[in-house]
């Protein structure tokens, strides 16, 4: 591990503990409004379900955005080999995003009231658009938060002519992230007009933004732990970010199918929200190719374990039951359905919260000094984590293709005679499977809460190291790439599969009442592709177990110089 260099990089550590602690009442809030699925009577008219929804995504963006933030604050000084510039800014960011966590967090249940805070024609304290329901003044505050945030990530990085491709990707990530919010921060009175700039910001940050800084963040971040060549890393960014965007500003278009706006969206949409996944399958790749390559040793398993569980989880999320959903023919019927939150939880926590969290697991022990610490807790909390998510999202899918039925092709929408039967065995495993990701997500915020606080247990310290690989055989053999393409493969096999059932709904028999097709369809590609990802994660890790220990490493390292010398 690398040794804290440049005192500013301390300002980073409280945006992590910041992220664990609104990761935390997200959570919390989550289990409220699972639990709410099951007895919908549970808190109504004390806290409603609508309210409470928009606090847990609401509070899901911001730590996402804690963790990015201290991500590019960590790394900054290491791509710039300098201090951060104006720190004072940088404490002045963090004051302000607390304030804006505590406004959404108080100005939520003014929805249910009708109060917005009308004032000049703007909603100044709550404006009721989802994921943008802060209102006017925080819409501001937010957005000299992100300036602070370019300027200083601008101030702080070399000369232009000394970036490389990390440098340029985080540079137009934060400069983007600050335009693009532009258009979330006035009010237009047609609801068409409103929702065609709400999802400018909601899908360019995420599908677009947010996608550069996190190919930017996870190639850095693989050069930290893996040595591997900036300039192949470099390489890999360079083109990922050109097919983000490639792919990305037009494939916006899946939003507007439904809104009012011309058919050609339906066209247009489909076909580049189908390129979308390209740039996933790339980062896929590359993350196999920088963790195999040198065979160097794994020295902080829980920070590769939830680098490898974002880019695994934007692959499928993201990527595969993305494609299955975004283009027309499909869309129209999953589009408002619970199809949707199972895509969304995978891409959302998979691609952008586990980042946030590897980031911490790198950075929180160098931060505190520590040379040393139990890696135990967070290895088992991402296994609880991956298989929690994995499992609420097969329910959302599940729950989601009979809701389908149900509303899309029978019109029938008595919620509670009809519907809410139905899909209550899957309503029940949301909090059942939300419960293993809490357990998880609880041991990975004390885990990081409390590195370097608390003594490493002797059982922990005194684990014999190996001094040899492991022999390669079975399942604990060398990842080959032959091996790694039949799994990726074997993904979108499975995502094919779920793309025919929601396809099958446009069937003649599906609209005479016989939903066999696609329940079959279902049933098949969704548990297999959920399944086959969760197989896949744990091959790659045991995959990792075949290189060198510590020891060997460094004998095989220095007998590679000496043969070059």
């Not at 002045?92 to 929805?111: D, E, G, M, R």
């Not at 006017?136 to 938060?145: E, Q, T, W």
Request: net charge neutral; aromatic share 16%; hydrophobic share 55%.
């Amino acid at each position: 591990m690398i040794k804290i260099e440049y005192h500013t990089q301390r300002l980073s550590l409280r945006f992590f503990l910041l992220m664990l602690v609104l990761f935390l009442f997200q959570m919390l809030f989550g289990l409220l409004i699972a639990t709410q699925h099951v007895d919908p009577t549970l808190l109504a008219g004390i806290a409603n379900f609508n309210i409470l929804r928009a606090e847990h995504t609401n509070l899901g963006i911001l730590w996402i955005l804690s963790g990015f933030i201290g991500t590019i604050l960590f790394v900054g000084p290491l791509l710039s080999r300098r201090e951060l510039a104006a720190p004072w800014l940088i404490q002045i960011l963090f004051y302000a995003l607390i304030a804006v966590t505590v406004w959404n967090v108080a100005t939520q249940s003014l929805a249910a009231d009708g109060i917005a805070g009308w004032w000049m024609g703007q909603p100044w304290l709550q404006e009721g658009l989802e994921y943008l329901e802060a209102g006017r003044a925080a819409d501001l505050v937010i957005f000299i938060g992100f300036s602070i945030l370019t300027y200083v990530v601008l101030r702080t990085f070399p000369a232009r002519r000394d970036w490389n491709e990390i440098h340029w990707g985080l540079a137009i990530g934060v400069t983007a992230l600050t335009f693009v919010w532009l258009f979330g921060v006035f009010f237009v009175d047609r609801l068409d007009l409103q929702e065609y700039f709400r999802w400018y910001v909601v899908h360019y940050w995420v599908e677009g933004v947010w996608e550069v800084i996190h190919i930017s963040l996870v190639g850095f971040l693989l050069v930290l732990m893996f040595k591997a060549d900036v300039k192949s890393v470099g390489y890999a960014v360079f083109w990922g970010i050109s097919m983000v965007w490639l792919s990305g500003l037009i494939g916006n278009a899946h939003h507007y199918f439904w809104i009012g706006t011309p058919e050609f969206w339906q066209f247009w949409g489909s076909l580049f929200s189908a390129l979308e996944p390209l740039p996933l399958v790339f980062c896929f790749w590359h993350i196999y190719l920088d963790a195999h390559q040198d065979k160097r040793p794994l020295e902080n398993a829980p920070a590769f374990y939830f680098i490898l569980g974002s880019v695994v989880l934007e692959q499928v999320g993201a990527g595969i039951l993305g494609f299955t959903m975004t283009f027309a023919l499909t869309n129209v019927w999953s589009h408002g359905t619970w199809v949707t939150p199972s895509h969304a939880h995978l891409a959302l926590f998979g691609t952008f919260g586990m980042l946030g969290i590897a980031a911490a697991y790198y950075a929180v022990p160098l931060l505190r000094g520590v040379k040393e610490f139990d890696q135990r807790l967070g290895r088992v909390a991402f296994w609880l984590v991956l298989t929690g998510m994995l499992g609420i999202a097969f329910a959302f899918a599940i729950g989601g293709t009979i809701q389908v039925f149900l509303y899309r092709s029978m019109g029938l929408n008595w919620f509670g005679g009809q519907v809410f039967p139905a899909m209550q065995f899957f309503k029940v495993l949301i909090p059942l499977f939300g419960l293993v990701f809490a357990v998880g997500a609880g041991l990975l915020i004390y885990d990081l809460l409390t590195i370097g606080l608390r003594p490493v247990s002797s059982a922990a310290r005194d684990l014999p190291a190996p001094t040899q690989a492991a022999p390669e055989r079975g399942w604990r053999s060398v990842l080959r790439g032959t091996e790694a393409s039949l799994w990726l493969m074997g993904m979108w096999i499975f995502g094919a599969i779920i793309t025919l059932g929601l396809l099958s709904f446009n069937l003649d028999s599906v609209a005479l009442g016989d939903p066999t097709i696609p329940y079959v369809l279902a049933g098949l590609g969704y548990p297999g592709l959920l399944l086959i990802t969760l197989l896949f994660v744990w091959r790659f890790l045991a995959s990792l177990q075949a290189r060198p220990a510590p020891a060997a490493a460094v004998a095989n390292l220095g007998q590679e110089q000496a043969a070059q010398a």
